[in-house]
Nanobody
């Protein structure tokens, strides 16, 4: 089992920055990749960024060049640095851990609210 706890959300003005954190605990060795997703009111959840075991990263086109996913292995924590925030970035952001085994369901955090507004 893996537990994920997100933090760092809040209210920020357009053009501002926030850094989200996702602290993982439990059977970390079983995790292949860590992802961030987001869900705005009335919209489907969408993928934002991925960092895999080897450190490779990928981003949705909507955040490429503005968001950076990273990790601190010593702290078992994944970060999402969000710069140049736009009102359309407002959403609940979820951390997601994908196990190596396809027989095991993904793990999800509880989400953290990000609101971009003046």
């Amino acid at each position: 089992q893996v537990q994920l706890v997100e933090s760092g959300g809040g209210l920020v003005q357009p053009g501002g920055s926030l850094r989200l954190s996702c602290a993982a605990s439990g059977t970390i060795f079983s995790i292949n990749a860590m992802l961030w997703h987001r869900q705005a009111p009335g919209k489907q959840r969408e993928w934002v960024a991925t960092i895999n075991r080897g450190g490779s990263t990928n981003y949705a086109d909507s955040v490429k060049g503005r968001f950076t996913i990273s990790r601190d292995n010593a702290k078992n924590t994944v970060y999402l640095q969000m710069n140049s925030l736009k009102p359309e970035d407002s959403a609940v952001y979820y951390c997601n851990a994908v196990p190596f085994s396809t027989l095991i369901d993904d793990y999800w955090g509880q989400g953290t609210q990000v609101t971009v507004s003046s």
